[in-house]
């Protein structure tokens, strides 16, 4: 079922930030009166069902506080990470209503990008600031080098992934149906306990009751690797558009990226930060995946990991930030 991914490493290219800019003027009308539907009526759904409990590594986070370098404090952040799709794919794409609707909202970057091919080093070094040494797909992994998990927990924070298709909670299989281990970065890390691996079926109902980060993994079919983008678009829909109606409205972010492009050299990706502290437009300063965790480092009060040490925090989406205004906003 798992089909092998493009081996070959990509290199960045910059493009002009004004056919993104377009491209976000097009759809926002359009896409704002999407979200919003679709949006009141997941959440009136997910309301309504009885809440799990959450899961963490760590106590539940205190009330919100300043971030650092100008990032300012969520109380949770959910991340979102698709697969294999570059950023023309989905962003603009008839595909894709529903993250179009989340672009036309928040911060919609132009120009983000993958550091290589194939997906699990992309996975790691969003969750570890390092591709662990790791060039492949390969599994099992047993590592003990410092993660995005692990900075929570000694922070006094709380920390949580969520896969689709996770047998149950701590499994530590390879594969199983449409889930695949080299997609859930947490599991290799020795020092996480078991309990912060947790299948989607356990993410809380009563948003307030998230960790103060947790990651959400779709299945090979919802996570656009084995399905196509219609279907992971509507997946998203149905399943988060309740969260991140909540989250523009709770002091929280919905952060949706992607692990890599199709395999090309250019690698970009892209990604999309929703939230109520976030400046809704287009933005084409470059962010990889380091920068990306380096910036919820840093809004959330904890030291850099890894290379994310060798970058800055992305400063001027932020509604309360410092830095310029976004384009086509």
Known sequence: MVREENPRAGRYRRRSGAAA???TRAVAVAAAALLAAGCTAADRTARSAPAPAATSAGPSAGP?????????RPDHVVVVVEE????????GSDEA???????????????????????????LALFSGSTQGITNDSCPHALSAPSLGSALAAAGLSFT???????????TG?????????????VDFTDLPPAVNQPFSAFPHDYATLPTLSFVIPDLDHDMHDGSVRQGDTWLQQNLAGYADWARA?????????????????????????????APGGYDERIDHYRLLRTLEDALGLPPTGAAADTT???????????????GS
């Not at 992934?161 to 499994?171: A, D, M, Q, V």
């Open 21 to 23: 800019r377009a491209t």
């Open 313 to 327: 925090a992305v400063q001027d989406v932020w509604r309360s930030g410092l830095g310029a205004t976004a384009s």
């Open 84 to 91: 294999n799709k570059p950023y023309q794919d989905v962003i």
């Open 161 to 171: 992934g969520y896969s689709e298709g996770l047998p149950s909670p701590g499994y």
């Open 97 to 123: 209503p529903f993250i179009n609707a989340l672009a036309a909202q928040g911060a919609n970057f132009t120009q983000s990008f993958a550091l290589t091919h194939p997906s699990q080093p992309n996975y």
């Open 174 to 186: 390879c594969d199983s149906g449409g889930y695949a281990r080299k997609h859930n970065p947490w």
């Open 64 to 72: 919100a506080s300043p971030g650092a370098a100008g990032v300012p």
């Open 250 to 278: 709770h002091n929280s972010l919905l952060v949706v990226t992607w692990d890599e492009d199709d395999g090309g050299q250019d690698n970009r990706i892209p990604t999309v930060i929703v939230g109520q502290q976030v």
